[in-house]
T-cell receptor, first 114, second 114 residues
Framework: GQQVMQIPQYQHVQEGEDFTTYCNSS?????IQWYKQRPGGHPVFLIQ?????EVKKQKRLTFQFGEAKKNSSLHITATQTTDVGTYFC??????????????FGQGTILTVHP | DGGITQSPKYLFRKEGQNVTLSCEQN?????MYWYRQDPGQGLRLIYY???????QKGDIAEGYSVSREKKESFPLTVTSAQKNPTAFYLC?????????????FGEGSRLTVL
């Protein structure tokens, strides 16, 4: 079945350092979504990428979708303590028409030391 | 404010008992979902529903049951047949009809089996 793998599982950085998490799918994706879950909280949607090679920015966050639409990355420039949390990528399950049926990666847990 | 309300937030259950987790949304979304989250893992789809009185199994439906009698409500019952029910349960909803699967999550229900 479809698998979505994320690396690294954990990342510890000093405040001000950059951070990147990578996502790889075993199948070609129609789109990829990214979510952030704060400690003790629930996942919150960050962004959706649809086009091959697409790059989107949200302030210090840069999201990329690979040319083959099988991989993606999230890069945070100059991390802040507010960036702490788990970052998940997710892709639609193959087949069907319900776009909310997602396969999630395991997530990358980001810790930022002040 | 529009959103998804889950209750209870914390629930303790003895082995052999069924429990029902409530999920209510006022976003007027057609589609609703139940995901399960275990420590260090991504979210896994239990059940989903795209329309009232209809629902489908996700990847890990065994030991769970749902109903969708109203658009706003999608309760999940964790039955005694679920072998490892201790987990964080997340209800979500999404719009249908457009090419986005952005999920809106509730705050979750944490179930512990004693």
């Amino acid at each position: 079945g479809q698998q979505v793998m994320q690396i690294p599982q954990y990342q510890h950085v000093q405040e001000g350092e950059d951070f990147t998490t990578y996502c790889n799918s075993s199948t070609t994706l129609s789109n990829i979504q990214w979510y952030k879950q704060r400690p003790g909280g629930h996942p919150v949607f960050l962004i959706q990428l649809v086009k091959s090679g697409e790059v989107k920015k949200q302030k210090r966050l840069t999201f990329q979708f690979g040319e083959a639409k099988k991989n993606s990355s999230l890069h945070i420039t100059a991390t802040q303590t507010t960036d702490v949390g788990t970052y998940f990528c997710a892709g639609p399950k193959a087949g069907g028409t319900s776009y909310g049926k997602l396969t999630f990666g395991q997530g990358t847990i980001l810790t930022v030391h002040p | 404010d529009g959103g998804i309300t889950q209750s209870p937030k914390y629930l303790f259950r003895k082995e052999g008992q069924n429990v029902t987790l409530s999920c209510e949304q006022n976003l007027n979304h057609d589609a609703m979902y139940w995901y399960r989250q275990d420590p260090g893992q991504g979210l896994r789809l239990i059940y989903y529903s795209q329309i009232v009185n209809d629902f489908q199994k996700g990847d890990i439906a065994e030991g769970y049951s749902v109903s969708r009698e109203k658009k706003e409500s999608f309760p999940l019952t964790v039955t005694s047949a679920q072998k490892n029910p201790t987990a964080f349960y997340l209800c979500a909803s999404s719009r249908t009809g457009d090419n986005t699967g952005e999920l809106f999550f509730g705050e979750g229900s944490r179930l512990t089996v004693l």
